[in-house]
C-alpha cells in the first residue's frame, strides 16, 4: 500500500488518472515537461485503447505507468453498489491492461496498481499482489477536480493539504480543471519548498 511517501523530506509525487476521455492530457503532459517532473499516470486499458498517441507520449517522455483495471469496475463492488469481481474477474481486468500497454507502447504498469474509486479490501491486495503488483497506490491528496472544483479551488485546496511524502491524485479528464490548475499547484508548491519525485522514489520498481 502506498499512500504517502516519505515523510522526513520535503518532497511529493504527482499522478494522474486517466479513464474517461484525453481532456487536457496534452497540456498536463506540456506543463510536466516545462517543469521536468517525472509523473505516474494511473490508466485504464480502454483508455490506452482509444488515445494510443498521448499513451506513447506519456511513455516516450519517462513517466510510470499504473495498472487502474481495463474499464473502471469497481474490484469490491462498494462503490457501485454491485457485486464484488471474482478473483479471475479482476486478473482478467489487470492482464487485458497489461497486454494492451505493452503491445501499444512496449511498456508495463508492473508493479503499480490504482483501485477504480478507491475500492479495495484485503483479497483485492491479495489478488493484484498475486498478479506482480506489489504496490496498492492511493493517495495523500486528492485534488477534488473530478468532483468540480474550480482551478482557483484545486490550486488552493492543492496547497493547504500540502505535507512532505504527499502523493497527490488528479485527472486527465475535461471534466476536471485539474490540466488547467497544474502549473499554479507546481509553483505553489515549490514556493514552498518541495521537490518533485517519481512515485518510484516513494515505491520501487
Known amino acids: 500500500m502506498v499512500r504517502r511517501g516519505d515523510a522526513s523530506r520535503m518532497v511529493v509525487a504527482l499522478t494522474f488518472d486517466a479513464g474517461a476521455d484525453a481532456g487536457y492530457t496534452s497540456q498536463i ?32 517522455e519517462g513517466h510510470e505507468l499504473i495498472n487502474h483495471t481495463y474499464d473502471h469496475r469497481s474490484f469490491t463492488g462498494y462503490s457501485t453498489d454491485s457485486e464484488p469481481l471474482s478473483q479471475a474477474g479482476r486478473w482478467a481486468q489487470l492482464d487485458r491492461t497489461e497486454a ?37 497506490v492511493m493517495w495523500t491528496v486528492d485534488s477534488l477536480g473530478w468532483n468540480g472544483l474550480s482551478a482557483d ?18 485527472h486527465v479528464g ?29 515505491a520501487p520498481r
Do not use: H, K
Not at 516545462?34 to 511513455?59: C, D, K, S
Open 100 to 136: 494492451i500497454v505493452q503491445q501499444l507502447a512496449g511498456a508495463t504498469t508492473l508493479p503499480y496498481f490504482r483501485p477504480p474509486y478507491g475500492d479495495y479490501d484485503a483479497s483485492v491486495n491479495a489478488d493484484v499482489g498475486a498478479r506482480g503488483y506489489r504496490y496498492n
Open 29 to 60: 503532459l506540456d506543463t510536466l515537461s516545462a517543469n521536468g517532473i517525472v509523473a505516474g499516470f494511473g490508466m485504464t486499458g480502454r483508455w490506452a485503447e482509444q488515445y494510443p498517441q498521448l499513451l506513447g507520449r506519456i511513455v516516450d
Open 174 to 202: 475535461s471534466q476536471s480543471q485539474d490540466g488547467p490548475a497544474l502549473q499554479r499547484v507546481i509553483d505553489g508548491l515549490r514556493a514552498a519548498g518541495y521537490t518533485f519525485v517519481p512515485l518510484s522514489a516513494f
Open 153 to 170: 479551488e484545486i490550486v488552493a485546496r492543492c496547497l493547504s493539504l500540502a505535507e512532505p511524502g504527499a502523493v497527490y491524485i488528479f
